[in-house]
Structures are given as structure tokens and as C-alpha cells.
């Protein structure tokens, strides 16, 4: 089993930036890709971003290329989404997911945080 806890979210105004964290504890955090998921009021889970264990790749939704970034500390058991120039459309709950395996992943993940709330206001 790998826990995830997020934190890091809050309120913020438009153009302003936010960085989330993941906190991983259980099993070993190396092996396990880890994602950013999103999910607005009233809407459908979506991919955010993935970063592999440990060759540093990433891959991150069109949409958001060159506004969010995904990096990890694997000696901190801690994976980041930094998020810049925030629009109110980015709010929405943050979860983070860990998968086993040595790649950058869309889906299905194993194992998932409980979420953290992000409020972009205008």
C-alpha cells in the first residue's frame, strides 16, 4: 500500500501561482510514477500531469503545457505540481496518484491521495 496525502491548496487570485505537494509514505517510493489529476465542480476527473520515478520524464495535458510543472523529490517521498499564471478555470480539487512502473502514464493509476482544493478567483 502507498499512502498520498496532498497539500498546498488554497485560495488565489487569477495569475497567481500555487504549489501543490504529495507526501508518499508505505511502500518504497521509488518505482512508482506519480500523477496530478483534477477535478472541477461538476465535472469528470482529468489528467493533469505524470512524472516517472527515475528518469525525470514528464508528460502533462495539452492544456496546460508551460503553466504547470510536475517534479519529485524521491528522497523526500514528495511529488510537486507547480502552477503558474492560475486562471479560475483551474479550480478545481487536486489529487495525486502513484502507479508502479518505470514510465510517465495517463491512466489507470494504483493508488490515490484524498485531494487538495485549489480556488482561483477573478
Known amino acids: 500500500q502507498v499512502q498520498l496525502v496532498e497539500s498546498g491548496g488554497g485560495v488565489v487570485q487569477a495569475g497567481g501561482s500555487l504549489r501543490l505537494s504529495c507526501a508518499a509514505s508505505g511502500r518504497t517510493f521509488s518505482g512508482y510514477a506519480m500523477g496530478w489529476f483534477r477535478q472541477a465542480p461538476g465535472k469528470e476527473r482529468k489528467f493533469v500531469a505524470s512524472i516517472s520515478w527515475n528518469t525525470g520524464n514528464t508528460f502533462y495535458a495539452d492544456s496546460l503545457k508551460g503553466r504547470f510543472t510536475i517534479s519529485r523529490d524521491n528522497a523526500k517521498n514528495t511529488v510537486y505540481l507547480q502552477m503558474n499564471s492560475l486562471k479560475p478555470e483551474d479550480t478545481a480539487d487536486y489529487y495525486c496518484?502513484?502507479?508502479?512502473?518505470?514510465?510517465?502514464?495517463?491512466?489507470?493509476?494504483?493508488?490515490w491521495g484524498q485531494g487538495t482544493q485549489v480556488t482561483v478567483s477573478s
Open positions: 496518484a502513484a502507479k508502479r512502473g518505470s514510465y510517465v502514464y495517463i491512466a489507470p493509476y494504483d493508488y
